[in-house]
C-alpha cells in the first residue's frame, strides 16, 4: 500500500523528466534569423516583465493569507498553500517561457515543412501541458505522502493553485483582450494595415497577450482543475473507500500522465519523415491513444485496487461526456450556426450580436443536460466519490490535451513572427493552418474543461457539507435561498468588472496608438519604429490594477456570507454560484467563439468576404466576443471553484474560532 | 368576518366602476382630424387583429388545460383556471383598446396644451392600469369567496394568469421588436428618413407592437404578478393567521386599488386649469400620494386585524425597496452610466456594446441584496407570510403605477400620428416631451415590478414545498443539485428562443420593407401608400409561430423533471430557474435600457448627435438591446413564476395519481 502512496510523487517526477527531455527537443531547432530572434525576443521579454510584475502583486496576497493561515491553523496547511501557489507560479512561468521560443522555431520550421512547424509547435505546447500537469501532480502527491492524505492541507494546496489561476486568468485576460482590441480597432480598421503588421504600435502587446493570457492564463487554470479534481476526490474517497479510495484518484492520474507521455510520442514517431501530414489527423490521433490507454489503466486499477468495475465505468462515462460536450461546442462554435450567424451579418451588426448571443444561450442547453446525466449516474454507481472521478477522467490526460490547447497561440504567434519579419507569404499560409487545426482540435479540451470543472464543483461543494458538518442544507429555509440568490449574482458582478477593465484599458490602448501613428513621422511608411514597450506598459498597467478587486471578491463572500447569515447561507451562496456561473461561462465562450469563427468564414470569402459590410459588422461581432471568451469566461469557471474552496478552508476555521 | 371574505369582490367592482367612469373621460375627447383617426384607427385594427389570433391559439391550450384538468381534479380548479386566463385576456383586450383610442386623443390635446396631452395620455394609461388591477381582484376575490378560501382553487386561477402572461409578453414581445427593428433598420439607416415617417411600410407595425408588446403584453404580466403575489400571500397567510391571514391580502390590495383611484383624481384635479405643468412633478404626486394612503390604511388594517403591526413594516420596507430598486435601475439605465456609454460609442459599437454589458450585469448587484435584505427581515418578522407581503405591498397601488407604464407608449404612439398625420412640429415636440417623461416615471414601477416578482418567485416557492409536503429539500442530495443546474439553464435557452424569434422575424420584415422600398413606384417621393397590413401581418405570423415552444416550455418541464427525478428535483428546479432568471432578467432589462438611453443622449447633440460616427455605434446597441429589454428580459420574470405556479398546481396531481 505504502508504495501507491507513493504514486503521485514518482509519476509527477516521471512527467518532470520527460518535460526536460521534451524542452530540449523544442529548443534545439534553429531559432530564424535575427530578425525573427529579435521580434521573438521583444514578445518574450514582454510577456516576462508581465508575468513578473503580476506575481509580485499576487505575491503579497500570498504571503498575507500564508502568514494568516500559518499562525491560525498551522503551518501545515498554510506551507501547503504555498507550496501550490508556487508550482502554478513556476509551471506558468516555464510553460510560457518556452512557448514564447516555440513560436519562432515554429515559424523557421515552416519555412521548411508543414509537418516541421507542427511537431514544434506541438511540443511546445506539450511543454506546457506537461508542466502542468507534472508538477501539479508532484506537489499534491508530495503533500498526500508526507502528511498521510492529510485532507485538510491538501485543501490549502488546493486554494493556492486556484487563488493563482483565478489572478492569471483575470490578468492575463485582461492583458490580451486589451492589447487585441487596441490593435484591431486602431490598426486593422482605422488604419487599414493587416493584422501583426509590424508598423502597428500595439502588434507586440498583442503576441504578448497571446502568451500570457491563452498560454499562461490558461495553464493555471487547468493546473487548478487537475488539482481540484483530485483533491475533491481524494477527500470524497476517503470516505467510502478509506485509504485505497484517497489514493486511486492519483492512480488515475498517473496513468494518465504515462498515457499522455506514449501519446505524445506516437504524434512525434507519426510525423516522422513525413513532409506531407494531416495536422488534425495526427493531432486526434495521439490524443485518442492517451485516452484509450488511461482508460485501460483504470479498468486494471478498478479491479485491482477497488475490488469493482464501477470507477472505470465513471471515468469512461466522464470521457464520453467530455468528448460530446466537446463536439456540441464545436457545433456551435464552427458548424451550421457559423454560417447561419455569417448571414445575419449581412443585415448587420445588430442582427449578428442578437443571433450570436442566441447561439451562445442555447449552448448551454445540452451541457447541462449531459453533465446532469454524468452526475446522477455516477451518483448511482459511486456515491459524490463517482461524481468527483468522472471529473479527474476528463483531466487525466492532461499533460496532451493542454499541449493540444497551448498549440493554438504558437502556432498563432509564429503567423506573427513571420509576418512581421517579413518571410515569404507561404510560411504564413503554413502557419495560418497551423493555427485554423488547433482551433478546432481544441473543442476536445473545451469539452473537458467544462465538463471537469462543473464536476469538480459539486465535488468540492460535497466536501464544503462534510467539513462543516453540515448534513442536510435546506433550500426552503430562506436564507439559503438568499444565498443562492447573492451567489447567483456574482458571476455577473465578477463579469461586469472584467469586462469593464478590457474595456478601459482597450481604450487607452486606443488612443496611444492613435497618438503614434500621428505623432511618429514615418511610421506609416515603415521608415520609423513604432514604440512597442509603450503598448505593453499600458496593458500591463490596466491588467494588474483591475485584476486585484474581482479576485478579492472570490476570497471575501464566503466569507462576509458566513458571518451575515451562516454556513448553510454559504453552502446556497456556492450553489447559487455554480448554478448562474455555469451557464454564464458557457454562453460567454460559445458565443464568443460563434462571433470569431464566423468572421474567419466571411473573411474566406462568403457573403462578400473582407472588406465587405458583412465582415464589418463581423470584426464588431468578433470585438464583443474576446473579452467574453478569453477574459470574463474562462474566469467564471475559476471563481466557483476558488469560493468552494476558500469555504472548504476558511469556514472550518472561522468556525472554531468563533463558536 | 364574512364581509372581509367580500372584499376583493367589492372593491374590485369599485375599481371596475371608477374603470368605466375614467373611460368615458377619456374618449369624451376629440379623436382629432380625419387623417389622424385613419392613422390611428390603422393601429387599432392591426393590434386588434393581432390580439385575437393570439388569443385563438392560446385558447387552445387553455381549453385543452380546462378539461385536463376538469377530468383529473375536479371543475371547480379547472373553471378558476378559465377565469384567470379569461379575465387576464379581457383586461389585456379592454386596456389596449382604450390605449389605441387614447393615442389619437392625445395627439390632438398635444396641439391644445401639453397639460391636455398629459390628461390624456396618462387618463388612458390609467385605464389599463385599472383595468388590470381591479379584474385581478375582482376574479380572485370572487373565486376566494365562492371556494371559502379554498388555495386548490386560487391556484387554478393564478395558473391561467400566469399561462396568459408568459403568451402575450412572449407573442407581444416579439412582434414589437420585429416590427421595431425592421422599421430602424431599413427606414432610418438605410433610407435615411425619419422615425415614424409615413413612407415607412413598417411604421404601423411598430405602433401597433407598441401596444400589443408594452401595453397588452406588459398588462397581462402584471395581471400575473398582482395575483400571484395575491394568491401566494393568502395561501401563506392562512398558515400562521387562519382566516384572517388568508383575507389581509385582499384587504391590502383593496386599500390599494382605493388609494390609486384616490391618486389619479389627485393628478387629474392638479392639471385642471393649467395649461403649463411639470408633468414628471404631476406624475409623482399621484404615486406618493397613493402610497402614502395605502401604507396608513395598511398600519390600520394590521392593528386591527392581524392584531401585530409587523405587516405594516414588512409592506413599507416592500415599498422602500421597491423604491430603491426603481432609483437603482434608473441610475443604470439613464444617469452617469449613460453618459460614459455614449463616451464608449465615440471609439465604436463593440466598445459601446461590451460597456453596456458590463453596465446591465453590474446592476444586478444591489437589486439583489435589497431584495435578500428584505426578505430576511420580512421572514423575520412574520415568516414566509411575510416574504409574500412585501411583494403584495409593491403591487398594491398597481392601479396608479401601471397607470404610468401604460402612458409612455401611449405618449409615444401620439408622437407616432402626430409625425405621420404630419401635424405643426411643436405637436410633435410636446409629445416627445411627454414621451420622455414616462421613460423616467417608470422607474418606480420597475423597481416595484422587479422586487415583487421575486419576492413571489420565493413566496410560490415556498407553498411549493407545502402542497407537496416537502419539509425539507436538500441541496446536499445530487438530484436536487441537478434540478437547480437544469433550471438555471431553461431562462438562458428561453431567452434564445425568444431573441432568436425577434432576429428571424425581423429579418423577413427587412426584406418586406426593402422590397416595397424598391418595387412601389413613388413611394419615397410621398406619391404612392405603402402596403402596411404587409408588414403588419409578417409581425403577426412571426410572433404566433414562435411564441407557443417557448410557453410550453415553462409548463412541461416541471412534469418532465418530476417524471424523472422527482418532486424534490422539481423544488431544486425552481430555485435554479429563479437564481439564473432573476440575473437574466434584470442584467437584460438595464442593459436595453443603457443601450437606449446612450442613443438618445447622443441624439440630443453630445459625442457629434445625430449622424455622427458615435450615433451609428449607438444605433447598433439599441436595436441589439430591443429583445433583450422588451422581449427576453421581462419574459424571463413570468416564467420563474409560471414554472412555479404549474408545480404547485400539477405535482400534487402527479402524486396522487402515481403513488
Known amino acids: 500500500m505504502h508504495i501507491l502512496n507513493l504514486s503521485g510523487i514518482i509519476f509527477g517526477l516521471i512527467g518532470i523528466i520527460f518535460t526536460v527531455f521534451l524542452t ?13 530572434q529579435k521580434i521573438s525576443g521583444a514578445i518574450q521579454m514582454g510577456a516576462r516583465a508581465f508575468l513578473i510584475s503580476e506575481y509580485k502583486i499576487l505575491y503579497v496576497i500570498v504571503l498575507i493569507i500564508f502568514v494568516l493561515l500559518g499562525l491560525i491553523n498551522g503551518w501545515k496547511m498554510a506551507l501547503s498553500f504555498f507550496l501550490g501557489s508556487t508550482l502554478s507560479v513556476s509551471a506558468g512561468f516555464f510553460g510560457m517561457s518556452i512557448a514564447t521560443k516555440a513560436n519562432t522555431r515554429t515559424a523557421h520550421g515552416a519555412i521548411e515543412s508543414l ?26 502527491g508530495l503533500i498526500f505522502y508526507l502528511t498521510n492524505g492529510d485532507t485538510v492541507s491538501m485543501s490549502g494546496y488546493a486554494m493556492g493553485a486556484s487563488l493563482v489561476a483565478l489572478f492569471a486568468r483575470v490578468g492575463g485576460g485582461i492583458f490580451t483582450k486589451a492589447a487585441d482590441v487596441g490593435a484591431d480597432l486602431v490598426g486593422k480598421t482605422e488604419a487599414g494595415i493587416p493584422e501583426d503588421d509590424p508598423r502597428n504600435p500595439a502588434v507586440i502587446a498583442d503576441n504578448v497577450g497571446d502568451n500570457v493570457g491563452d498560454v499562461a492564463g490558461m495553464g493555471a487554470d487547468l493546473y487548478e482543475s487537475f488539482v481540484g479534481s483530485i483533491f475533491s476526490a481524494s477527500a470524497l474517497g476517503v470516505l467510502v473507500y478509506d485509504k485505497e479510495g484517497a489514493v486511486f484518484p492519483f492512480l488515475v492520474v498517473s496513468i494518465g500522465i504515462l498515457s499522455a507521455i506514449i501519446g505524445i510520442l506516437v504524434f512525434n514517431f507519426s510525423l516522422k519523415n513525413k513532409d506531407d501530414v494531416d495536422p488534425s489527423k495526427a493531432l486526434h490521433f495521439g490524443t485518442y491513444i492517451a485516452n484509450g490507454l488511461t482508460l485501460l489503466g483504470v479498468l486494471f486499477l478498478s479491479l485491482m485496487i477497488l475490488k469493482t468495475i464501477n470507477p472505470f465505468f465513471v471515468i469512461f462515462l466522464g470521457m464520453i461526456v467530455g468528448m460530446i460536450i466537446g463536439s456540441i461546442t464545436e457545433y456551435y462554435t464552427a458548424k451550421s450556426p457559423i454560417k447561419h ?4 451579418a449581412v443585415s448587420g451588426a445588430a442582427p ?19 453533465i446532469s446525466i454524468a452526475t446522477i449516474i455516477s451518483y448511482n454507481l459511486l456515491g459524490l466519490f463517482g461524481i468527483a ?15 493540444i490547447d497551448a498549440y493554438g497561440p504558437i502556432a498563432d504567434n509564429a503567423g506573427g513572427i513571420a509576418q512581421m519579419a517579413e518571410l515569404e507569404s507561404y510560411v504564413r499560409e503554413r502557419t495560418d493552418q497551423l493555427d485554423a487545426v488547433g482551433n478546432t482540435t481544441a473543442a476536445i479540451g473545451k469539452g473537458f474543461a467544462i465538463g471537469s470543472a462543473a464536476l469538480t464543483a459539486l465535488a468540492l461543494f460535497a466536501s464544503y457539507t462534510k467539513v462543516t458538518g453540515l448534513n442536510i442544507i435546506d433550500l426552503s429555509k430562506s436564507q439559503v435561498f438568499i444565498g443562492a440568490l447573492v451567489g447567483g449574482m456574482l458571476p455577473f458582478l465578477f463579469s ?3 469586462m469593464k477593465a478590457v474595456g478601459e484599458a482597450a481604450e487607452i490602448m486606443v488612443q496611444e496608438v492613435r497618438r503614434q501613428f500621428k505623432e511618429i513621422v514615418g511610421l506609416m511608411e515603415g521608415k520609423a519604429d513604432p ?3 509603450s503598448c505593453v506598459s499600458i496593458a500591463t498597467k490596466g491588467a494588474l490594477k483591475k485584476m486585484v478587486f474581482p479576485s478579492l471578491l472570490a476570497v471575501f463572500m464566503p466569507i462576509i456570507m458566513f458571518f451575515i447569515l451562516g454556513k448553510e447561507s454559504v453552502a446556497g451562496m456556492l450553489v447559487g454560484t455554480t448554478v448562474s456561473g455555469v451557464m454564464l461561462a458557457i454562453f460567454m465562450a460559445n458565443a464568443g467563439g460563434a462571433w470569431d469563427n464566423a468572421k474567419k468564414y466571411i473573411e474566406e470569402g462568403n457573403f462578400g468576404g473582407k472588406g465587405s459590410f458583412a465582415h464589418k459588422a463581423s470584426v464588431i461581432g468578433d470585438t464583443v466576443g474576446d473579452p467574453f471568451k478569453d477574459t470574463a469566461g474562462p474566469a467564471i469557471n475559476i471563481l466557483i471553484k476558488l469560493m468552494s474552496i476558500v469555504s472548504i478552508v476558511v469556514i472550518p476555521i472561522l468556525m472554531k474560532i468563533f463558536k
Open 24 to 36: 530540449f527537443k523544442v529548443l534545439e531547432n534553429s531559432p530564424g534569423n535575427e530578425k525573427m
Open 352 to 370: 449578428l450580436l442578437i443571433s450570436g448571443m442566441a447561439v451562445g444561450m442555447e449552448s448551454t442547453a445540452i451541457p447541462v443536460v449531459l
Open 496 to 498: 461586469s468588472m472584467a
Open 389 to 403: 472521478l468522472a471529473g479527474v477522467g476528463m483531466l487525466a490526460t492532461l499533460g496532451i490535451t493542454l499541449a
Open 341 to 344: 450567424l455569417a448571414n445575419s
Open 531 to 533: 514604440d512597442y514597450s
Open 115 to 140: 509537418s516541421k512547424g507542427l511537431k514544434i509547435a506541438f511540443n511546445g505546447g506539450a511543454v506546457m501541458g506537461m508542466t502542468v500537469a507534472s508538477l501539479g501532480l508532484f506537489g499534491l
